[in-house]
């Protein structure tokens, strides 16, 4: 069984980088056809996709982070890590990975697996 686990600092301050890092378990971050994502859910918001990584390596940003945003994999260690810069106040949500069967699914939020989340808070 897939599963998937983020870990995250807890608390950045505005103008770093954010980052946040999640660990596939039970399967790769090479298998075919999947789309591994991360999205959050910022208070009393609903959840927002950030970007996403193909089994090949191919990259997808959310147009209104593209700027600050960057995704990769690392395949050794099955984990793909997000970093956002410079980080704002308006970044602090619970950050989730999660994986999907198509970049489409991705984008909708429509996952077949999602990690527990880590909550990620930006100090002005």
């Known amino acids: 069984q897939v599963q998937l686990q983020e870990s995250g600092p807890g608390l950045v301050k505005a103008s770093r980088t954010l980052s946040v890092i999640c660990t596939v378990s039970?399967?790769?971050?090479?298998?075919?056809?999947?789309?591994w994502s991360w999205i959050r859910q910022p208070p009393g918001k609903g959840l927002e996709w950030i970007a996403s990584i193909d089994h090949n390596g191919g990259v997808y940003y959310s147009p209104s982070l593209e700027s600050r945003a960057a995704i990769w994999r690392d395949t050794s260690k099955d984990q793909f890590t997000l970093h956002l810069t410079p980080a704002t106040p308006e970044d602090t949500a619970v950050y989730y990975c999660t994986g999907a069967r198509s970049l489409v699914s991705a984008r909708r939020n429509a996952y077949d697996y999602r990690g527990q989340g880590t909550q990620v808070t930006v100090s002005s």
């Open positions: 039970g399967g790769s971050v090479t298998a075919n056809d999947y789309y």
